[in-house]
C-alpha cells in the first residue's frame, strides 16, 4: 500500500504537493473549475495540519513563447484563493531565486502556487521529459512530496515522478480514492458488464483485450462498433472503420462470441452536422453513403437488458456522436439506464465523464474518474509510472 499524506507529520514541513489544475479555459475563463475543487481537500488538511504549502501542475500543452499567456496559472490562482477563502501567492516562475525567495519566507497555513510546469518543456521539454536535474530542483524546495494529480499518473514527468524520487512522498486524497475504486474493479461482483465505445479501437486495444477477459459482457458501441460489425461481414457504409484493426476484431469475435455484443440498429445520417436529417437503420441496412452515428433503440433495449442484471458497470466511451444533439441519444439513454441499475457503477474516460457530467446523472454514478488516460492505464494492468516511486507503507 502506497503511503497518503495522512501518514506524515505535516507541522512546519515545507509540502509541495503536486496538483491537477489542467481545467478547459476559453477566452481567459475557466470553463469547468471541477478539477481545482477535487485538489481542495487535499490542500485543506495540509493547511489544518500546518503545513507550509507549495503548488505545481501543468495546464495544456506549451510549445511557443505565444502559448506562456495562454496557460499561465495566475487565472488558477485567483480561483483557487477564493475556493479556499485564503489568499495564494502566485509565483509566476518554475524556479530561480524569486521561487526559493517566496518560499524561505513562507509561514505554516501559506499555499504558494508556482508558474505552469509544462513552461519549463520550451526548453528540451525538461518538464515532461522527467529532467533529472528539473526534478532534483524542485524536490529541493520542499520536504515532502505528496502526487494528488491522478490525470498525469501514468507519466513519468520531473514534477511528479523526478521529485518523488527524491522526497518521502505519498498519494493525496484524489489519488487515493482514484486508486481505491479502480481497484473495485479488479474482483467485481458479477455479472460485471463492460460498456465500450468512443472513436477508435486502435486506441484501445491493448484495453479492449484485459477487459473482454475481465468481463462477463462486453457491449460495444460508438465509432468502434463499426469496424467490429465490418469483421462480422456487414456493410457499414461510410461509418468510422480502421481496416488493419478488422483481423483483430475477428479474432476477438471469434473467442468472446459469448461476451461481445454489437449493435442491431444505428442511427446513420450523411453528415456529421446539427439538424440534419437522420435514419434509423437494422445494421443490414446500412446505405453506401451513409455514416453510423449512435446506436439504435433496439441496441439499446438490448444493452438495457445486461444491464439490469448487472452487479457491476464499467463504461468507458460514449456510445454515440454525442457532440451533436441527433446523436446523442443513445449515450444519453445509457446514462439513465445504468443510473437507475442496482450495480456499483464506475465511468471512465476524459469524453465519457464529460458527457455523463453534461447530461446530468454525475452524482447518480458511485465514481466518475477525473483521469481519462490514467484511469484507462491502470484498467489495462499496466504500472502508473509516477505511483510507482510513491512511498510503501
Ligand atoms: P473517452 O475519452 O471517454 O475514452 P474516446 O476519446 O474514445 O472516449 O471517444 C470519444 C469520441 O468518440 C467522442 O468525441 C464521440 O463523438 C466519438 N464517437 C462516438 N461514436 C462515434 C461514431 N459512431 N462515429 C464517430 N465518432 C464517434
Ligand atoms: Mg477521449
Known amino acids: 500500500m502506497k503511503k497518503t499524506i495522512r501518514d ?47 503548488l505545481l501542475s501543468h ?64 526548453d528540451g521539454k525538461k518538464e515532461s521529459k522527467n529532467n533529472k536535474k528539473l526534478g532534483e530542483y524542485w524536490a529541493n524546495l520542499g520536504d515532502i512530496f505528496i502526487n494528488d494529480a491522478f490525470g498525469t499518473i501514468h507519466r513519468s514527468h520531473a514534477s511528479n515522478l523526478g521529485i518523488s ?50 468481463s462477463d459482457y462486453l457491449l460495444i458501441g460508438g465509432g468502434m462498433a463499426f469496424t467490429f460489425l465490418k469483421a462480422s461481414g456487414f456493410n457499414i457504409g461510410s461509418s468510422l472503420c480502421e481496416k488493419d484493426q478488422i483481423p483483430f476484431c475477428k479474432k476477438l469475435l471469434d473467442k468472446y462470441s459469448d461476451k461481445i455484443v454489437l449493435p442491431i440498429d444505428v442511427i446513420t445520417a450523411k453528415e456529421i452536422k446539427e439538424n440534419v436529417k ?46 451533436i444533439k441527433e446523436f446523442s441519444k443513445g449515450t444519453k439513454r445509457l446514462c439513465q439506464i445504468i443510473s437507475e441499475s442496482k450495480a456499483y457503477r464506475v465511468i471512465g474516460g476524459g469524453d465519457t465523464a464529460r458527457a455523463v457530467e453534461e447530461m446530468g446523472y454525475s452524482k447518480k454514478m458511485n465514481h466518475i474518474s477525473t483521469g481519462g488516460g490514467a484511469s484507462l492505464t491502470y484498467l489495462e494492468g499496466v504500472k502508473l509510472k509516477a505511483l510507482e516511486s510513491i512511498d510503501e507503507k
Not at 515545507?14 to 475543487?37: L, T, Y
Not at 499567456?69 to 501567492?89: G, P, Q
Not at 435514419?279 to 446500412?286: A, L, P, Q, S, V
Request: aromatic share 8%.
Open 8 to 54: 506524515f507529520e505535516l507541522k512546519g514541513k515545507k509540502v509541495i504537493i503536486r496538483c491537477d489544475f489542467n481545467v478547459p479555459i476559453e477566452d481567459g475563463v475557466i470553463k469547468d473549475d471541477s478539477r481545482i475543487r477535487k485538489s481542495l481537500k487535499t490542500i485543506r488538511y495540509a493547511r489544518s495540519e500546518g503545513a507550509k504549502v507549495i
Open 278 to 323: 437522420t435514419n434509423e437503420r437494422f445494421i443490414n441496412e446500412i446505405e453506401e453513403d451513409e455514416i453510423g452515428l449512435d446506436i439504435g433503440p433496439k441496441t439499446i433495449k438490448v444493452f438495457k437488458h445486461y444491464l439490469d442484471d448487472s452487479k457491476t458497470v464499467f463504461w468507458n466511451g460514449p456510445v454515440g456522436y454525442f457532440e
Open 165 to 214: 524520487k527524491i522526497l518521502h512522498s505519498g498519494v493525496g486524497f484524489l489519488v487515493e480514492k482514484e486508486i481505491k475504486e479502480l481497484e473495485k474493479l479488479q474482483n467485481p461482483k458479477r455479472p460485471y458488464v463492460i460498456i465500450m465505445g468512443g472513436s477508435k479501437i486502435s486506441d484501445k486495444i491493448e484495453l479492449v483485450k484485459k477487459l473482454v477477459k475481465k
Open 59 to 122: 495546464l495544456g500543452r506549451v510549445k511557443s513563447e505565444e502559448d506562456k499567456e495562454k496557460y499561465s496559472l495566475s487565472l488558477i490562482s485567483n480561483a483557487l484563493s477564493k475556493l479556499l477563502r485564503k489568499k495564494v501567492i502566485f509565483i509566476p516562475k518554475t524556479r530561480g531565486e524569486e521561487v526559493e525567495k517566496a518560499i524561505n519566507s513562507m509561514h505554516e497555513r501559506d499555499v504558494i502556487l508556482l508558474e505552469n510546469t509544462r513552461f519549463e518543456d520550451l
